[in-house]
């Protein structure tokens, strides 16, 4: 098994920036892929980023060029470094993890077994 905890969510004026952090402890040494996903009220949970174990990032295209994905596998930490955000980026975030290398079905949700509580994130205007 494998537990993930997110921390690192909070209020930030529009504009501003964040940094999210995800600590996998258990069975580390089996994740391959692991990501980010949120959730805004009212709407489902989607895909934001994800990061294989050798290092491949993908990102959904309205996070592009704001978010960056990283992980340490030393430390077992998964990050989310949020950029210019926006009233919109307003959600739950959550990390999510999987044993298998991902390449063209990271932003399947189906895909990751293991899912932290979640971190809530809020953007002003």
């Known amino acids: 098994q494998v537990q993930l905890v997110e921390s690192g969510g909070g209020l930030v004026q529009a504009g501003g920036s964040l940094r999210l952090s995800c600590a996998a402890s258990?069975?580390?040494?089996?994740?391959?892929?692991m990501g980010w996903f949120r959730q805004s009220p009212g709407k489902e949970r989607e895909f934001v980023s994800a990061?294989?174990?050798?290092?491949?990032?993908y990102y959904a295209d309205s996070v592009k060029g704001r978010f960056t994905i990283s992980r340490d596998n030393a430390k077992n930490t998964l990050y989310l470094q949020m950029n210019s955000l926006k009233p919109e980026d307003t959600a739950v975030y959550y990390c999510a993890a999987t044993t298998i290398y991902l390449t063209s079905s990271f932003a399947d949700q189906r895909m990751y077994p293991y899912w932290g509580q979640g971190t809530q994130v809020t953007v002003s205007s």
């Open positions: 990061i294989t174990r050798s290092g491949g990032t």
């Open positions: 258990g069975r580390t040494f089996s994740i391959n892929t």
